[in-house]
């Protein structure tokens, strides 16, 4: 039940950081989402640090875990948001911006896992 409050407390705080992202004025003016890409790239670089991070202690467990990977990074990264752009932005025709957001998201999340994960195997 502890774990619960700390998903909770970290998801909240993850989903008002993605909204701080999200106000600044600049990426309103564009019609890329960049806000999203931004998060999800946060996101993903920091749970692949969590995660090796909680997996070379033996924390995957831990109520910091729980907090920070599960609950913080679950509520900055927004998956649902990335598809819903993306459904929006083939349905008014740009369809390069589609897949040029697509293909960013993914191969820049898997690639900032990756690099978190090396970065705590190497120095950590």
Same mark, same amino acid.
């Given at each position: !039940?502890?774990?619960?409050? #700390? &998903?909770? /407390? ?7 950081? $993605?909204?701080? /992202? ?6 309103? =003016? ?8 931004? @998060? +999800?790239? %946060?996101?993903?670089?920091? /749970?692949?640090? *969590?995660?090796?991070? @909680?997996? =070379?202690?033996?924390?995957? $467990?831990?109520? @910091? #875990?729980?907090? @920070? ?17 993306? /459904?929006?932005? *083939? =349905?008014?025709? +740009?369809? *390069?911006?589609?897949? !040029?957001?697509? %293909? ?8 900032? %896992? !990756? &690099?978190?994960?090396?970065? &705590?195997?190497?120095?950590?």
């Amino acid at each position: !039940m502890k774990n619960l409050l #700390y &998903i909770f /407390i970290g998801g909240g705080l993850g989903s008002v950081f $993605r909204y701080l /992202i999200s106000s600044f004025s600049h990426f309103q =003016k564009t019609l890329f989402p960049w806000p999203t890409l931004i @998060a +999800n790239t %946060i996101g993903c670089l920091l /749970i692949g640090l *969590l995660w090796g991070w @909680a997996t =070379k202690h033996q924390l995957l $467990r831990s109520d @910091a #875990y729980f907090f @920070a990977a599960v609950g913080f990074c679950g509520g900055l990264t927004t998956f649902s948001t990335l598809s819903l752009e993306g /459904i929006q932005l *083939l =349905k008014s025709g +740009n369809h *390069l911006l589609f897949f !040029m957001y697509l %293909i960013s998201s993914f191969a820049g999340g898997l690639l900032c %896992i !990756m &690099i978190g994960q090396y970065t &705590i195997k190497s120095f950590f």
